[in-house]
């Protein structure tokens, strides 16, 4: 029952709410009805579909379990709030909800759980002139890539390969006392997981995206997690590909998650990466890294990608590899296919195969890395 309040707090998709097992031993007391009843109460506020949702079910497996010998009393206060909530129809894709996600990376341990609220439109796939209006599963997938390799854990449950072994030491050179930017953030959410859960190893984040509104809103979102636009830590600006100039400041690596959705947004975007790693920049130097996670919705839109990268690479610029995919997960012992979780992360079934690229500035035998 603890775990179902828990869920109803931090808003998961609603599928993957575990009823049967919340109330398999025992038929919730008096006192936990009135917990669920008052997290539902607090929920409908924002989204009464979503506590129409939790309430309706709750009822009917009780009413099943009731129906099945279990004597034990129904609060009538639930009924009341159902009554109250059956008119309520779904959100409009455009109107926002707070969404918590839990990004627990050591499977062992709960207290290493983040949560991570997000004030966003989930439903919205593409509206008012941008796709960042919702938090896209790539992000989830490279925040919880980058959470289990930064907390050691993905030693722990990834295969103990010395090829692997090397790669994620790497990622963590990469990010610990690193000044990071996040290309195309959207709502926000890797950087705030990564402020969140490693901000004091982390030097510095930058937020860009191109899109004026979700840059605005930024601030309430970091306020959700407690982080605010005025820390030291972070900055928030404005970034359209190829149109604002990077910051003038030391920028080591860059995170950016579903920003190879389009065709179309893909030479502009390789063009920021390219700028970044070879802009001859002697005060700030180049960015030595950047990782990626792309959705593979589409093949063709994969290949044009794919292509500009290699182009990068015949110009010595970088080189690349995929170091993650949900296809064949190096850093989770479990399979998307048998869970339908990525260990702590929740998708749909179905979700298109998503991997990580990390993209790596060449350098040359005469210069330094700081170059
Ligand atoms: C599919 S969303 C991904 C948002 C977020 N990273 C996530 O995974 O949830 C793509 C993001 O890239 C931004 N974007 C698209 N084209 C851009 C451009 N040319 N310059 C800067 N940002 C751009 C959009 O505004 C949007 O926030």
Known sequence: MDSLIRQIRQRVPMGSLDWNSAIENAFPSLEEQNLLLSEVTKCAKLNPFYAKHIIKNFVEKLERRQRDGDESGLDDALYEKLYELLPSKALDPTATDILGYTMKTSTENCKDD??????????????MGTTGMRTWEASLFLSQYLGM??????????????????IFESVRDDFVGKTVLELGCGTGFVGIYMLKRFGSQL??????????Q?????????????????????QVRKLWWGEDDLPMQRVDTIVAADVTYDASVIP?????LDEAMSQDNKVYGRVNVAYIAATIRNEVTIKTWEEYLEMGRQDKIWTWEIIESTKDPVCWKTSLQSTNQLDNIWYP???AEIRIYKISRVVERNMTIED
Do not use: C, Q
């Open 149 to 166: 390799v930064l907390d050691g854990s993905s030693e722990k449950s990834g295969l103990s390969e010395e090829s692997n072994r090397k």
């Open 114 to 127: 983040a949560v991570v609220w997000i004030r966003e439109s989930p439903r919205l796939i593409s509206g």
């Open 268 to 272: 502009d975007l390789a063009e920021v």
């Open 214 to 234: 979700l840059i605005d809103r930024m601030s309430s979102n970091l306020n959700l997690n407690d982080l605010s636009v005025d820390s030291k830590k972070l």
């Open 203 to 212: 030097k510095h984040l930058i937020f860009t995206d191109g899109d004026t």
């Open 349 to 351: 079934v179905g979700v």
